[in-house]
């Protein structure tokens, strides 16, 4: 434990303070997250609005920018560690695994009863604006902000030899004061997040597990078999995490991907396939001719719609932020050698049209139960909606098992990257932090969870994301600006050092030129 810092003692702490004002006074703890989310969601919610579409645009920027598309994410002579499929893989084990299983079905059906704008839900305009919006929380703004943190931390960290520390990014801004008590106080910031966030992931894993069990075999749905879930599956993510980054998150991710494409290849065949595929073609333009006004729209004018972009899209926003450092920190590890402009089209491009396929295939399924069949979708719980479709159709039951087993591997994955992220920010080790400190957060992570979900399941998870993700959205803004501001260095032409020596050699060659 010589190798941890002052943030990771002052992180546990802290910590295992708040871990422990849960167990002893939950509704202490509930009451104050309810204000908190109050105040929040009325006073700052243009703010993660505008913060997101921010990153948007400077994503894009580098993608087609000449100047610093360029740029290799580490020395000139690196190459890539991963091969392209095995990264791309990694990306979506780190990213939105166990989201993109929970919200499948139940995020679209849930817009498409009860939709922003619209007077009416269960029309044909309330399908495509469900999938709209839908697209809009896991596309392209989400990727832009993991794009753009892992961009910096990696820029950082392989091309001039920084820590891989949120606080390094901000060098060029700070300078020494990123080492300094600055500095610290910035990656304790970046902890608390990835910890609050990480444990979203893992609450909604349990909580889906739990009610797949449940819809599946009548085991009990209730917060005694989540904690025995999380137990359990705690165990298995320390043990990978012991295997380091090569083995044991490596092999899992690529499992996880086989199966996902398995999953999401049977529901596409199986299902109303022509039906999804013009769904997709119809949305996905609505998505993309519509972004930057749903990206930017609160309706200060209606409480209803007002209550529901709070509820989704600023949620998403603080959600996608507060995990920032720990995917971007995972993703900026994985992608040493890679260029500027390779990096952020595979960040940004590839996973989100990927997860907004997903999302027409997964929410468009449960749509076309409802609007054509009439079978009650949007009435099943978030937990279940998914288990829910797949009893509908053809092989539900073995989809059901597949989507269990991948939720599992997928929870393993997002706590075991998380655990390592988090020895990276704490210590001073390199790449790969001692399995003490990776053990030590991987018991955090799991007794955070559990607190939260005791003290307010899933709505105190989500005021948790929502304040810890607003100090930290301000040092990723500022770490736009710092990476800008290297970049600009890095383009300089090299100052001609050689000028004088050049000037003398010509000088003292006209001396002895022959006449």
Same mark, same amino acid.
């Given at each position: 434990?010589?190798?941890?810092?002052?943030? #990771?003692?002052?992180?546990?702490?802290?910590?295992?303070?708040?871990?422990?004002?849960?167990?002893?006074?939950?509704?202490? &703890?509930?009451?104050?997250?309810?204000?908190?989310?109050?105040?929040?969601?009325?006073?700052?919610?243009?703010?993660?609005?505008?913060?997101?579409?921010? #990153?948007? #645009?400077?994503?894009?920027?580098?993608?087609?920018?000449?100047?610093?598309? =360029?740029?290799?994410?580490?020395?000139?002579?690196?190459?890539?560690?991963?091969?392209?499929?095995?990264?791309?893989?990694?990306?979506?084990?780190?990213?939105?695994?166990?989201?993109?299983?929970?919200?499948?079905?139940?995020?679209?059906?849930?817009?498409?009863?009860?939709?922003?704008?619209?007077?009416?839900?269960?029309?044909?305009? $309330?399908?495509?604006?469900?999938?709209?919006?839908?697209?809009?929380?896991?596309?392209?703004?989400?990727?832009?902000?993991?794009?753009?943190?892992?961009?910096?931390?990696?820029?950082?960290?392989?091309?001039? %030899?920084?820590?891989? &520390?949120?606080?390094?990014?901000?060098?060029?801004?700070?300078?020494?004061?990123?080492?300094?008590?600055? %500095?610290?106080?910035?990656?304790?910031?970046?902890?608390? $997040?990835?910890?609050?966030?990480?444990? $979203?992931?893992?609450?909604?894993?349990?909580?889906?597990?739990?009610? %797949?069990?449940?819809?599946?075999?009548?085991?009990?749905?209730?917060?005694?078999?989540?904690?025995?879930?999380?137990?359990?599956?705690?165990?298995?993510?320390?043990?990978?995490?012991?295997?380091?980054?090569?083995?044991?998150?490596?092999?899992?991710?690529?499992?996880?991907?086989?199966?996902?494409?398995?999953?999401?290849?049977?529901?596409?065949?199986?299902?109303?396939?022509?039906?999804?595929?013009?769904?997709?073609?119809?949305?996905?333009?609505?998505?993309?001719?519509?972004?930057?006004?749903?990206?930017?729209?609160?309706?200060?004018?209606?409480?209803?719609?007002?209550?529901?972009?709070?509820?989704?899209?600023?949620?998403?926003?603080?959600?996608?932020?507060?995990?920032?450092?720990?995917?971007?920190?995972?993703?900026?590890?994985?992608?040493?050698?890679?260029?500027?402009?390779?990096?952020?089209?595979?960040?940004?491009?590839?996973?989100?049209?990927?997860?907004?396929?997903?999302?027409?295939?997964?929410?468009?399924? %449960?749509?076309?139960?409802?609007?054509?069949?009439?079978?009650?979708?949007?009435?099943?719980?978030?937990?279940?909606?998914?288990?829910?479709?797949?009893?509908?159709?053809?092989?539900?039951?073995?989809?059901?098992?597949?989507?269990?087993?991948?939720?599992?591997? #997928?929870?393993?994955?997002?706590?075991?990257?998380?655990?390592?992220?988090?020895?990276?920010?704490?210590?001073?080790?390199?790449?790969?932090?001692?399995?003490?400190?990776?053990?030590?957060?991987?018991?955090?992570?799991?007794?955070?969870?559990?607190?939260?979900?005791?003290?307010?399941?899933?709505?105190?998870?989500?005021?948790?994301?929502?304040?810890?993700?607003?100090?930290?959205?301000?040092?990723?803004?500022?770490?736009?600006?710092?990476?800008?501001?290297?970049?600009?260095?890095?383009?300089?032409?090299?100052?001609?050092?050689?000028?004088?020596?050049?000037?003398?050699?010509?000088? =003292?060659?006209?001396?002895?030129?022959?006449?």
């Amino acid at each position: 434990m010589d190798k941890v810092t002052r943030v #990771f003692w002052v992180s546990i702490i802290l910590s295992i303070l708040f871990v422990l004002f849960g167990v002893f006074f939950p509704e202490i &703890l509930g009451n104050a997250m309810d204000a908190a989310l109050a105040f929040f969601m009325q006073n700052f919610g243009w703010f993660y609005q505008v913060s997101a579409t921010l #990153f948007l #645009f400077f994503a894009l920027f580098m993608i087609f920018s000449r100047k610093f598309g =360029k740029i290799k994410l580490g020395k000139d002579n690196d190459t890539p560690e991963f091969s392209r499929l095995t990264w791309i893989a990694m990306l979506f084990s780190a990213g939105m695994g166990i989201g993109l299983l929970f919200f499948g079905v139940s995020e679209p059906i849930s817009h498409f009863a009860d939709p922003p704008i619209l007077a009416e839900g269960g029309t044909q305009e $309330a399908a495509i604006m469900s999938l709209r919006y839908t697209y809009l929380h896991w596309g392209f703004h989400a990727w832009a902000i993991y794009a753009s943190i892992a961009l910096g931390l990696a820029y950082f960290k392989f091309r001039k %030899g920084y820590p891989g &520390l949120m606080s390094s990014t901000l060098r060029p801004l700070i300078g020494d004061r990123a080492s300094g008590r600055t %500095g610290e106080v910035i990656d304790t910031i970046a902890v608390f $997040a990835t910890v609050f966030g990480v444990c $979203a992931s893992l609450g909604l894993g349990a909580a889906q597990i739990n009610g %797949g069990l449940h819809f599946l075999t009548g085991i009990p749905n209730n917060f005694v078999t989540q904690l025995i879930i999380i137990a359990a599956v705690t165990v298995l993510f320390m043990l990978s995490a012991g295997t380091g980054l090569n083995k044991g998150i490596k092999y899992l991710s690529n499992a996880n991907m086989v199966l996902a494409v398995l999953l999401f290849a049977a529901l596409l065949i199986i299902g109303p396939t022509i039906f999804l595929l013009n769904l997709y073609t119809t949305t996905f333009g609505s998505y993309i001719q519509n972004i930057i006004q749903m990206g930017l729209r609160l309706a200060p004018f209606n409480p209803e719609d007002a209550a529901w972009f709070q509820n989704w899209t600023i949620f998403y926003w603080a959600w996608w932020i507060s995990w920032s450092p720990f995917v971007g920190t995972f993703i900026a590890r994985v992608s040493k050698g890679r260029t500027v402009r390779e990096f952020m089209i595979a960040v940004l491009v590839i996973p989100a049209v990927v997860c907004t396929l997903w999302f027409v295939v997964f929410g468009g399924t %449960g749509i076309f139960l409802e609007y054509n069949l009439g079978l009650p979708v949007s009435q099943q719980t978030l937990e279940t909606a998914l288990f829910f479709v797949f009893e509908q159709l053809p092989l539900g039951w073995l989809m059901s098992i597949i989507t269990l087993f991948l939720i599992s591997t #997928f929870f393993i994955t997002s706590a075991d990257s998380a655990t390592y992220v988090l020895g990276m920010q704490t210590t001073k080790s390199g790449i790969e932090p001692p399995n003490l400190v990776k053990y030590s957060w991987g018991i955090i992570l799991a007794a955070s969870a559990v607190v939260l979900m005791a003290s307010g399941g899933l709505e105190a998870i989500q005021t948790t994301i929502i304040v810890s993700a607003f100090p930290l959205s301000l040092v990723l803004l500022a770490m736009m600006i710092s990476i800008l501001k290297a970049f600009k260095q890095e383009r300089k032409p090299a100052p001609r050092t050689d000028t004088l020596q050049q000037t003398r050699r010509r000088k =003292k060659g006209t001396q002895i030129r022959p006449t």
